[in-house]
C-alpha cells in the first residue's frame, strides 16, 4: 500500500502497458484495418491477409497493368495504417498510465485534482482529431 504522501512513478504504470500493447502487436502483427501483405521475392504475386485472428489469404498476380491499382488500393493504406498504430502504442499507453497515476490515493489529494482530470478528459475528446488534420 502506497502511503499518502509518496507517489508512484507514471513509468511503473506505462512501461509494463507499453510491454503488453507490443506484444500483442508484434505476437498477432496487429495494425488498425487487419490488412497485411507480403509481396514475393520476385515480385510476381502479393498475398493479401485479411483478418485480426482467423486470417483469409488471397494471392493476386502482379502485371504491368495492375502495379499501381496494388499500391493505391493494398500496400499505401496498410503502410499508413501501420504507421498511425504504432504511433498510438505511445500513445495509448501514455493515456492508461496517465489515468492510473492521476486516480491513485497520492494524487487524489492534491489541490489540483480537478485540474488534472479535465486535462485528461480534454486531452482524451482532442485525441481522434489529431488524424483529421
Wanted: aromatic share 18%.
Amino acid at each position: 500500500m502506497l502511503k499518502p504522501d509518496e507517489k508512484m512513478p507514471l513509468g511503473f504504470i506505462f512501461i509494463p502497458v507499453m510491454m503488453l500493447l507490443l506484444s500483442f502487436t508484434i505476437l498477432t502483427n496487429f495494425n488498425l484495418i487487419g490488412y497485411h501483405y507480403n509481396l514475393d521475392e520476385s515480385a510476381s504475386f502479393i498475398t493479401i491477409e485479411e483478418g485480426f485472428f482467423n486470417k483469409e489469404k488471397y494471392n493476386i498476380q502482379i502485371n504491368d497493368d495492375n502495379t499501381i491499382q496494388i499500391l493505391q488500393e493494398v500496400m499505401i493504406p496498410v503502410n499508413s495504417a501501420e504507421r498511425i498504430w504504432q504511433s498510438d502504442l505511445i500513445i495509448i499507453s501514455l493515456f492508461i498510465g496517465l489515468f492510473a497515476y492521476i486516480f491513485q490515493s497520492a494524487a487524489r489529494q492534491r489541490k489540483t485534482f480537478k485540474w488534472f482530470v479535465q486535462l485528461y478528459v480534454g486531452m482524451s475528446f482532442c485525441y481522434p482529431f489529431i488524424y483529421k488534420i
